[in-house]
């Protein structure tokens, strides 16, 4: 128990006392996380309002394929991934492998189906009442969008927080398509991973805090919005 302890305590000197190499894995966690769940929503969230809002031939299909896709292993993703954006892959001239253009591509392509999906599934779950109190008022397209994301903004936003805390605390294709490269492209997760293994457990536990304090502070907020959502 005696190196748990001493662990934890190293743990908080390191956070307190800045260290360079912990805060840069959390710098590069939060940056590529950030931009990712953006890129995420802006070209997410448009899909899973369609499929979720309107009726048409094939969507049944293109639901099963977006419910389908937050089935499939992160390193399988990574896998694809790497195939694609390696030297010899299609995309190898543009030199995104080991970079945090890798590690912001990995997580967006993880955060795009679960945006989708859940997207769609609020907008499907929309109370009955609602759904024709907005219809008696023939809103026109725009305004009618705009009434429904009003109507369903809180669980929409549970949607991308849910999103968000999926990908910051992904492991898998951060690994495979950045590097783990100190100092650029070492996120929270893979720092994690390879501390432990090297019995470094003070920066470990450091990260892992930091890890926990996001978690916490992401399922926080979404508890919150559940609750505005009443």
Known sequence: MDYILEGIISAFHLLLNGDAETYSAIKATLYTSSVSILLAIICGFPIGFVLGFYNFFGRKFLRLLSDTALAIPTVAIGLILYAFISRQGPFGELGLLFTLKAVMLGQFVLA???????????????????????????????????????????????????????????????????????????????????????????????????????????????????????
């Open 112 to 230: 795009i189906p679960i945006v989708v999906s859940l997207t769609a599934s609020v907008i499907e779950n929309m109370e009955r009442k609602h759904y024709l109190t907005l219809m008696s008022y023939r809103l026109s397209g725009v305004k009618l969008i705009l009434a429904v994301l009003y109507e369903l903004r809180y669980s929409l936003l549970v949607v991308f927080a849910t999103a968000y805390g999926r990908i910051v605390a992904e492991v898998g294709v951060a690994m495979m398509i950045g590097g783990n490269i100190k100092w650029f492209t070492r996120t929270i997760t893979t720092a994690i991973s390879l501390e432990t293994n090297k019995g470094e457990f003070s920066m470990g536990i450091a990260l892992a805090l930091v890890l926990i304090f996001i978690a916490f502070a992401v399922n926080l907020t979404i508890h919150q919005l559940r609750r505005l959502d009443k």
